[in-house]
Structure formats: structure tokens, C-alpha cells
């Protein structure tokens, strides 16, 4: 079995900002391999206050999907956490290219080499820790380097469309994915080609293309927000058929 906890479920700046929602990350564990996915701000004191505690020195990995603050900015902190300040050397970050080189890496050069291994994430590729199987996406249509995830959980497999721009691509992605964990920051369109989100009515082509099993949305931004997720998803799970819901913070799921 695995536990996939939403720790946070808000996106876009000014939630994140005023703290509408919580900005952390999602904790996943399979099998006795744990790892955070998107540590946002916030995931650090999240871990520690949640029932039962998530103890950052039992991580075996992260990954960032990309490198924007709202999903990266508890990396450093989680790494020194992890491997004890550098005492312990232990660990596997996954990280697209940008996290790690250029003017928007995010990851602190002092603390690499406490990690065990930096693998560095690449579209439609597949990787391991432990226990742990996964694969990603192609490359999302975002103003970051950008990749959804696909974990494979003995064969249930348990998708996350993060922050993307919709494309036609992104259902050949994920079309195989029993579960969806959804990104939607927007209620309707950005009339920005700037805003690369997606929103309601992308999810419900993605939705009706793929037909998962079940549907959980996250990630909201302020229209969102003012639409109730939950109203939202529930007017989708009747229009579509399926099971479709509104993740809150600290929500737990278990595959």
C-alpha cells in the first residue's frame, strides 16, 4: 500500500503568499521508501506538525518538478534536515536540469554533497529509489523546465499533472494513470499566453479523455478558491461520470 499525504494545496502567488491554503509539498510512501514531492514553503513545519509526524530524517528522496518557489523553496532545508546537517551522507534528489544550473537553480551548492545521489530529470524517462518506481512525463508547457510524475505502485499507477499550460500531449502522458492528481490553478482562462495553468475546462478534457478511476484537484489559485474546489469538482464528477474531488490540506490517500 502506499500513503500519499497533501500537505498543501495552494498554487499561484498570492495564495502561497497570504497563506490562504498551505504552500507544502506532498509526502509519498511505499514499502518503507519515503520522499517528498514539491517541497513548497511550509513543508518542513508541515512534516513536523502533522499526526502522526513525518520525521524529515527518514526521507530517502525528493523530487522537484520544477524550480519555481511554490515547489522548490523547502529543498535546502529538507536536505540538511535529512542527512542531519551533513553528518549522515543519504538521500536522492530528482531535479529537472534548471534546479540545478543557470540563474534559476535552487538547490544550494553547499549542501550537494551531503546527498547520496542527484539524478537529474529528463521527459519520459523512468527512476527508482527503494521501493519506489516512477516515471515522467513529457515536457510540460510551463515558464519553467517542467515534468509531471507518474508513480507505479505494484502496478496501481498514481499520476501528477503539475503546472503546465494545456496540450494535447499531456493526455498521452497520463493516459495509463488509474489515479490523477490534478494541478489547477484557474477557474477560467488567463488571457495571458504568460499564464501557463491549467484550468476547470482543461480538466475536464483531460478527464474525459483519460477516464481514471479517480480524480483529486489541487494546487488552487485565488479563482479557484472563490469557486469552491469542492463545488467544482463535484459539478465534474456528475458531468463526467467519475470520481472526481477537492483535495484540502493535509488530506491523506492510501493506493
Do not use: W
Amino acid at each position: 500500500m502506499a500513503i500519499i499525504k497533501i500537505l498543501g494545496t495552494a498554487g499561484a502567488r498570492y495564495v502561497v503568499a497570504r497563506q490562504l491554503r498551505s504552500s507544502a509539498g506532498t509526502y509519498i510512501e511505499h514499502e518503507g521508501t519515503r520522499l517528498v514531492l514539491d517541497p513548497g514553503p511550509g513543508t518542513l513545519v508541515r512534516m513536523a506538525s502533522a499526526k502522526p509526524r513525518l520525521d524529515v530524517m527518514k526521507l530517502h528522496g525528493l523530487i522537484l518538478t520544477h524550480a519555481h518557489l511554490d515547489h522548490s523553496n523547502d529543498v535546502n532545508i529538507l536536505i540538511d534536515g535529512l542527512t542531519e546537517g551533513g553528518l549522515k551522507k543519504r538521500g536522492v534528489l530528482f531535479a529537472p536540469r534548471e534546479c540545478l544550473s543557470g540563474d534559476s537553480a535552487v538547490v544550494l551548492k553547499y549542501l550537494r554533497p551531503h546527498l547520496k545521489d542527484i539524478k537529474t530529470l529528463e521527459g519520459e524517462k523512468y527512476y527508482t529509489i527503494g521501493n519506489i518506481k516512477f516515471r515522467t512525463s513529457r515536457r510540460h508547457y510551463h515558464t519553467a523546465e517542467t515534468y509531471g510524475v507518474i508513480f507505479d505502485f505494484a502496478g496501481k499507477k498514481v499520476g501528477f499533472i503539475v503546472d503546465t499550460l494545456f496540450f494535447p500531449g499531456l493526455i498521452e502522458s497520463y493516459k495509463d494513470c488509474q489515479i490523477l492528481i490534478i494541478n489547477v490553478v484557474r477557474f477560467k482562462p488567463h488571457t495571458s499566453p504568460n499564464v501557463q495553468h491549467l484550468c476547470v475546462r482543461d480538466v475536464e478534457e483531460i478527464l474525459e479523455e483519460i477516464r481514471p478511476e479517480q480524480a483529486i484537484l489541487t494546487h488552487f489559485g485565488m479563482t479557484m478558491l472563490k469557486s469552491q474546489p469542492h463545488q467544482v469538482a463535484a459539478k465534474l464528477s456528475r458531468k463526467l461520470g467519475l470520481e472526481v474531488v477537492a483535495a484540502y490540506d493535509g488530506m491523506t490517500l492510501e493506493v
